[in-house]
C-alpha cells in the first residue's frame, strides 16, 4: 500500500549525522577524483569500500546502501557536497566549505577497526560554522520540507540561553515545529509550560504525539531529533548528556552549550541579528553559492532593478565575471534577483528592440536596494515607446504575412540567442503569443479611446518580457474578451494559414472556449469570433453549427478585414460595423 503524504511543515533532518563519517565520505571522493563525476550507485558502493578500509564503519565491514544515501544526505544537507541536477546526467560536487572541512582534519583521520568515539573525529569548526548558517527550507530539502524560514542551530542556541537545556522530547515536539525566527519566545513558553505537566500527563502527551506521522518519524522510528542533537553535538559547543526531569522518572537525552563556548554562543547570536532566511525556492546553485562559501555568512537578499526609460531594455548582471542574471525590463518595469552584501556587481544594459548596448554600472549588493537602469543609459532613450493604433494595426498585417517575426521582434530574439544561446525565432507559440499581445494592445487602445467597454487578455507576459499564449485545449480559456455595449465579443486567434491546420488546431478548441464562456456567464450575450490569416468556409461551417445549438452568434474573418473594422474614427462606428458583421 502507497504511504500517505506526510506533512512537510516540521524541521527535516537526515537520519545520519556522524562528523567522522562524513570526513571518511569526502576522503574516498577526493582519493578517487569523484569531484565532478557523475554519480551513480557504483561510486556510492565504491565510496562504502573506502569506509570500510578506513574503519568508518560500525562494525569495520561495509555499511547497507540505504546507510550510505543517508550519509551522502548528511554532507550533501551541511554543504559540504551537493548533488548538481543542474547537468545531465547528475555529477557530484565537493564545495569550498567541503574541502576546508578536509583539509582541516585529513591529518587526523587514521585506519581504525571500527567506529570507536574515542578513536573517532565527533566534532568539527567546519560543523559548527556550516550549522551557523544552515537554514531551512533550502533546494535541497524542498522536496521533504516547506513553508519553513529558519535558522534551525540558531533557534535551538537561543533557546537553550533561555531554558539551559532541550530534551529530545521537547526537540520533537516543540523545536522542531518552529516555522519562523519570530516563534522562539512562543515556543519557548510552550516548552516551559510542558515542563510544568504533572508526570502521567507529560507521558499522555508524548504517547499521543507518537502515534502520529511526525512523531514517528521525529520521536519514534530512528528519530530524527536524536541525529539532530548529533549534528548539534558535531559542532563542538554542545555537549549531549542523559538528564532526569522533574516530571518523567526516565533518562531522556538532551543537549545544552557547554559552559565554555557560552560567550561565543551569545556573540554569534548578536552577529547574526537581523539576518533573515531568504527563500531559494528551488534555485540550487544559489543555494551552494551560499551554504557551499567559506566567506558568505548571510544568505542574499533581493535587490530591485527598475527601468524609467520608456524602453524595453534587456539587463545582464554579472559577478566575477560570470552572468548570474538576465531579463528584460518593459517600459517602466523592474524585477528582483539575489545579491549577497557587500559583494561587488555588474549592470549592462542594451535597448531589447536594437540589441544596442548603451549603458553599464556598478553597484553593491544591499538589503532593500533599488537602482533605476534609466539613470545609466548614455542615450536619449527617454522618447515615450508606446505605439499608436496605426503603427500597431500595420504590425498585425506585416506579423500576420511573415513566416516568423517582424523587423520589431527579431532584433530582441537574436539578442536573445547571441547572448542566452535562447532560440525562439521559430518558435510557433511565441507566434502565436505575439500576435496575441498586438491584439490585445490594440484594443486596449480603443479601451483608452472610450471605444470599447473593457478587455481582457488570458495570456501573460512571461521571461524576457515576452508574451505567452492563452491556454489552449478543450479546458482553456478564450484568447481575448472584449466588452462593447453590453455584449461580450470573444475573440480566438490562430496565425495558423492553412485548412488543414487551422483543422486539426483549431477546430475544436475554438467553439469549446466560447461555450465555457457562455455557460459561465449565462445572463451576458456572447458573440465569437474567429480571426486568422486566412479563413476556410468549411472549417467556419463546423464551428459555427456547433455553436449554432448554443444560439451563440459566431463569424469567422480574415485579420485584415477586422483591423478594418476597429480601427474606425470613434466607438458609434465600431459598434455599427461590429453589428453588420453578425447581421
Known amino acids: 500500500m502507497a504511504k500517505r503524504d506526510r506533512s512537510k511543515k516540521f524541521w527535516f533532518i537526515p537520519k545520519r549525522a556522524n562528523v567522522h563519517q562524513m570526513l571518511a565520505f569526502l576522503h574516498g571522493m577526493i582519493e578517487k577524483n569523484y569531484d565532478g563525476t557523475t554519480w551513480n550507485p557504483q561510486k556510492q558502493d565504491n565510496l562504502n569500500l573506502e569506509l570500510k578500509k578506513l574503519g568508518a564503519t560500525k562494525d569495520g565491514e561495509k555499511i547497507a546502501p540505504q546507510g550510505m544515501r543517508t550519509l551522502l544526505a548528511s554532507v550533501h544537507y551541511l554543504g559540504f557536497v551537493y548533488l548538481d541536477t543542474t547537468t545531465e546526467p547528475t555529477r557530484i560536487r565537493i564545495t569550498e566549505a567541503g574541502y576546508q572541512f578536509y583539509n582541516m582534519h585529513k591529518n587526523d583521520l587514521r585506519v581504525i577497526e571500527k567506529l570507536t568515539k574515542s578513536l573517532t573525529i565527533n566534532s568539527s569548526p567546519s560543523v559548527y560554522h556550516q550549522m551557523k548558517k544552515l537554514q531551512i527550507t533550502n533546494p535541497i530539502i524542498l522536496p521533504h520540507c516547506e513553508d519553513i524560514f529558519v535558522f534551525p542551530f540558531r533557534v535551538v542556541l537561543s533557546m537553550l540561553l533561555k531554558l539551559e537545556y532541550l530534551d529530545k522530547e521537547e526537540i520533537a515536539l516543540y523545536v522542531f515545529h518552529t516555522s519562523s525566527m519570530s516563534e522562539i ?4 513558553q510552550e516548552i516551559i509550560n510542558f515542563r510544568k505537566l504533572g508526570a502521567l500527563d507529560r507521558e499522555n502527551l508524548i504517547n499521543q504525539y507518537k502515534k502520529t ?29 542523559s538528564i532526569y526531569v522533574d516530571n518523567s522518572d526516565k533518562a531522556i537525552d538532551s543537549i545544552k552549550i557547554k559552559s565554555q563556548f557560552r560567550q561565543d554562543v551569545v556573540k554569534v547570536l548578536s552577529q547574526f541579528k537581523g539576518i533573515h532566511p531568504y527563500d531559494f525556492k528551488d534555485n540550487l546553485l544559489l543555494w551552494i553559492d551560499y551554504i557551499g ?7 542574499p537578499v533581493d535587490f530591485k532593478l527598475k527601468n524609467s526609460s520608456l524602453r524595453e531594455v534587456y539587463i545582464e548582471v554579472f559577478q566575477h565575471k560570470d552572468i548570474i542574471y538576465t531579463n528584460v525590463l518593459a517600459f517602466l518595469g523592474e524585477d528582483c534577483f539575489p545579491v549577497f552584501i557587500d559583494e561587488e556587481y ?3 544594459i542594451y535597448l531589447f528592440d536594437q540589441a544596442q548596448h548603451v549603458g ?19 542615450l536619449d532613450c527617454t522618447a515615450n515607446a508606446e505605439n499608436s493604433l496605426l503603427e500597431l494595426e500595420d504590425e498585425i498585417r506585416l506579423h500576420s504575412k511573415v513566416t516568423t517575426f517582424t523587423s520589431t521582434m527579431l532584433p530582441k530574439l537574436r539578442l536573445l540567442n547571441k547572448k542566452l544561446g535562447i532560440d525562439k525565432i521559430n518558435d510557433k507559440s511565441l507566434r502565436g503569443a ?9 484594443l486596449s487602445i480603443l479601451k483608452s479611446k472610450n471605444m470599447i467597454d473593457d ?11 515576452l508574451p505567452i499564449q492563452a491556454p489552449g485545449g478543450k479546458q482553456g480559456t478564450p484568447d481575448i474578451i472584449f466588452i462593447k455595449d453590453g455584449i461580450h465579443y470573444i475573440l480566438e486567434l490562430t496565425t495558423i494559414k492553412s485548412k488543414s491546420g487551422q483543422h486539426s488546431a483549431e477546430l475544436s478548441s475554438v467553439p469549446d472556449h466560447i461555450r465555457l464562456y457562455s455557460k459561465q456567464f449565462r445572463n451576458i450575450k456572447i458573440r465569437g469570433i474567429f ?3 486566412e479563413i476556410h468556409e468549411r472549417n467556419h461551417n463546423v464551428m459555427k453549427a456547433i455553436l449554432f445549438g448554443e444560439g451563440i452568434e459566431f463569424i469567422s474573418i480574415k485579420d485584415s478585414e477586422f483591423l478594418d473594422i476597429l480601427c474606425v474614427e470613434n466607438a458609434m462606428l465600431l459598434g455599427q460595423k461590429l453589428e453588420v458583421l453578425f447581421t
Open 185 to 188: 519566545d512562543f515556543r519557548v
Open 213 to 241: 506521522d511526525v512523531g514517528n518519524i521525529t520521536l519514534t522510528q530512528a528519530a530524527s531529533s536524536s541525529y539532530f542533537m548529533q549534528f548539534c553535538e558535531g559542532t563542538g559547543v554542545i555537549e549531549r548528556n
Open 293 to 299: 562559501s567559506m566567506g558568505k555568512l548571510y544568505p
Open 346 to 348: 555588474e549592470v549592462r
Open 360 to 378: 553599464e554600472f556598478k553597484f553593491k549588493g544591499n538589503e532593500n536596494g533599488v537602482l533605476d537602469v534609466g539613470d545609466f543609459i548614455k
Open 434 to 442: 505575439y500576435y496575441e499581445y498586438l491584439f490585445y494592445r490594440l
Open 455 to 465: 478587455i481582457f487578455w488570458n495570456g501573460k507576459i512571461g521571461k524576457y518580457n
Open 531 to 533: 480571426c486568422a490569416p
